[in-house]
């Protein structure tokens, strides 16, 4: 009998040996390639002033080229021009208006926040990420408000005039001729729907600063303008490129299975001259793997819920505890507490609704990012069960 269980188990163990010498140890996946891109994008722009918004509205075109270093940063040269406006508003009720044009090129840096917190995925349709750039704006045209001036003063003009070396009379004081160039910074954030690896369609809104006199009133203060922007941005190059990955395994599935039927085989009762005693019942474990930022369960990992399940069918008095996790490489300690509660819960909703387990005889637990479990990174993507 012996002899029977001892050539059973080396038997299983070869077969299990040998499925996994024949288990491929990586994969081909589509990773990150750094890229250059083109933008064009066109929209309106309100200009910061006193008078009604709708009056301070004026149209605005943007054309960038970029380098994406990283799937999270990169570096783009931006134009944006067209036109601006000013206005004032006067004490007899009259309103003057006046619009000019600029040009202003930028350099910007961007930031995708979605990969930086979901991690790169090459088929993902929605990006996200913030900018910030510095750079001249360089303004022109602004003969409308030297006549804007004029007008002013002819309306006003008398006791009220304000005069200045010269002897002329000046209501706009700050307005300019010629050219007027001058630093600016910007703020911004933009929204990129894919519609494959090389095309896109964006929506960026950016706030840019310059120094007083851009629209030709004194305020001592910081002139501002507003973009807001619809384009398309088309990808040079390829995005991607193959790379081989190792395979992350979880426990083989085969492993189980003969633990199982080991652990399990039927054990003839202990008899005492007054009472029989049932051995000890063995625990069971179950260790759930996940992909990264995820929280569903696979279909490959299910059939672990399904072992859990039956394990807490046959002892109806055993209990079950769920511990999640995540890998300390990705994300940072809050995401990472969200994602292990997440998986743990996962699981303990599928025991619930799918195999009708009682709440009572389960308790989720996480531990985040503080307790890596494994050694290999990858394998802390996962919830532990232990059913006893």
């Not at 619009?99 to 349709?125: E, F, M, Q, S, W």
């Amino acid at each position: 009998m012996k002899f029977k269980k001892l050539l059973y188990t080396v038997l299983m163990s070869a077969g299990c040996l040998s499925a996994s010498a024949q288990a491929p140890e990586t994969e081909t996946v589509d990773a990150f390639n750094h890229h250059w891109y083109v933008q064009a994008q066109a929209g309106a722009q309100y200009t910061l002033g006193e008078i009604k918004f709708s009056d301070l509205l004026s149209p605005n075109v943007q054309v960038a080229g970029g380098y994406q270093f990283t799937p999270v940063w990169g570096l783009r040269l931006a134009v944006n021009a067209w036109q601006s406006k000013g206005g004032s508003s006067l004490s007899t009720g009259s309103t003057y208006m006046w619009k000019y044009n600029y040009v202003a090129p930028t350099i910007d840096l961007t930031c995708d926040l979605v990969n930086l917190i979901g991690g790169y995925k090459p088929n993902r349709v929605v990006n996200a990420g913030i900018l910030a750039g510095l750079g001249v704006n360089i303004a022109f045209n602004n003969d409308e408000a030297l006549a804007a001036d004029r007008q002013i003063v002819d309306e006003l003009g008398g006791a009220n005039a304000t005069p200045v070396p010269g002897g002329d009379v000046v209501f706009l004081e700050a307005r300019w001729k010629g050219t007027l160039p001058r630093f600016m910074g910007r703020l911004g954030a933009y929204v990129d729907f894919n519609v494959s690896k090389r095309v896109s369609l964006g929506i960026e809104v950016n706030a840019n600063t310059t120094s007083d006199m851009y629209n030709s009133k004194s305020a001592s203060n910081l002139d501002w303008y507003f973009n807001a922007l619809a384009g398309v941005k088309v990808n040079l190059g390829k995005t991607t490129k193959k790379k081989e990955k190792p395979i992350v395994y979880g426990p083989e599935r085969i492993v189980e299975k003969i633990v199982e039927k080991i652990v399990e085989k039927p054990v003839e009762k202990i008899v005492y001259r007054d009472r029989e005693v049932a051995p000890a019942r063995e625990a069971l474990r179950r260790d759930i793997f996940f992909t990264i930022s995820r929280s569903e369960v696979s279909r490959a990992e299910m059939p672990k819920v399904e072992d859990i399940a039956a394990y807490l069918n046959k002892y109806p008095e055993a209990k079950v505890t769920i511990t999640g996790y995540a890998d300390k490489k990705t994300g940072n300690a809050k995401v990472n507490e969200k994602v292990a509660k997440k998986r743990a819960q996962s699981v303990a909703d599928l025991l619930t609704k799918s195999f009708g387990i009682a709440s009572s005889r389960i308790t989720v637990d996480s531990k985040g990012d503080t307790a890596q479990p494994y050694e290999q990174n990858e394998l802390n993507r996962v919830s532990i069960c232990v059913a006893e």
